[in-house]
């Protein structure tokens, strides 16, 4: 498959007065595939959004390599910008503004048929509301509309940052739709998300930053094998029962954690031994399974043990190259 956004050592370095020297991003590294739906994830002073607006070009990097859609930028910019739609923090809108009002002057603007105004706000279902003023918008609806933004010049990329949020349940089920849909008909979604259990529903693949280096890549299911601790759940007939069974696991040589109605494990070869220890002690197990590793479990673990800033921890280091694109000025979408 080829990449249609990479960034290969990227690097960008703040200094102040106050704090000092801080890395954004320490060679960061991430390559996102033609067609899917890929996950960006970070905690809050990751390098993210940093990463973000670096690709889209308001914000110089001071070294690495960008790429977009096999172009260099931020040389190939004009080549590559009418292709690209995103979305990077709050988009702001005139609020007095109707939301085909708002999609209009940004159609035009873009030198973009008038029919396609109709279809992106079918598309992000806000075709029946479409007439009513922006300041009248939840913050759900605000945020359909600047997905609709982004959608006018149908892009082949186009890079979304917490595009759920403020969306009920129902919003964000519509929205995964959305995105999938999106995918499925050739274009690449980059979709940075706190709601991790839908970047694991809805992502082919992941990037995960901490400290601006890259933690965690690959596709969704390989990195939560990687991360497998290959661990049991163990549940007792009796609650009661579970410091006693703790005490003869750790006795056999396996590792115990203890929770309120349950008992984690680790090291255990064969299942079955588990069993036959407790029944032998009169202990009898209601539940052996599994313990199921999800990309939140993942999310903490990589990031909680990241190193502070100024230490330097090894990390693979097998990616490419991503790079920038400019937004409309007064709503900060781009694309339209």
Partial sequence: MSAVLETEGL??????????????????????????????????GSGKTTTLRTLLGLIRPDGGRMAILGQEVPEALPTVAGQVGAI????????????????????????????????????????DRAGERVKTYSLGMKQRLAVASALLKNPRLLI????????????????????????????????????????????????????????????????????????????????????????????????????ADHLTLAGVDKPAAVTRLLAEQGLYVSELAPVAVDLESVFLELTATAPVPGQHRQVDQSTKVGGPVQPDATTGVWGA
């Fill in 160 to 259: 979304l940052d917490e595009p759920a949020n403020g969306l009920d349940p129902g919003g964000i089920r519509e929205m995964r739709t959305l995105m999938r849909n999106l995918a499925e008909s050739g274009m690449t979604v980059v979709l940075s998300s706190h709601i991790l259990g839908e970047i694991q529903l809805i992502c082919d693949s992941v990037t995960i930053i901490s400290l601006g280096r890259r933690v965690a890549f690959g596709p969704v299911g390989e990195v939560l094998a990687q991360h497998s601790t290959g661990g049991l759940r163990v549940r007792l007939e009796a609650v009661t029962d579970l410091p006693a069974a703790a005490d003869t696991l750790i006795r056999a040589g396996i590792r115990v954690t203890g929770h």
């Fill in 88 to 127: 990077v923090e709050s988009p702001q809108f005139f609020p007095n503004f109707t939301a085909r009002d708002t999609l209009s002057l940004l159609a035009e603007a873009g030198e973009v048929p008038r029919q396609r105004i109709d279809e992106v706000l079918e598309l992000v279902g806000l075709r």
């Fill in 11 to 44: 690097r960008k370095t703040y200094r102040s007065r106050r704090r000092g020297v801080r890395h954004a991003l320490d060679g960061f590294d991430m390559r996102v595939e033609a067609g899917q739906v890929h996950g960006f994830l970070g905690p809050n």
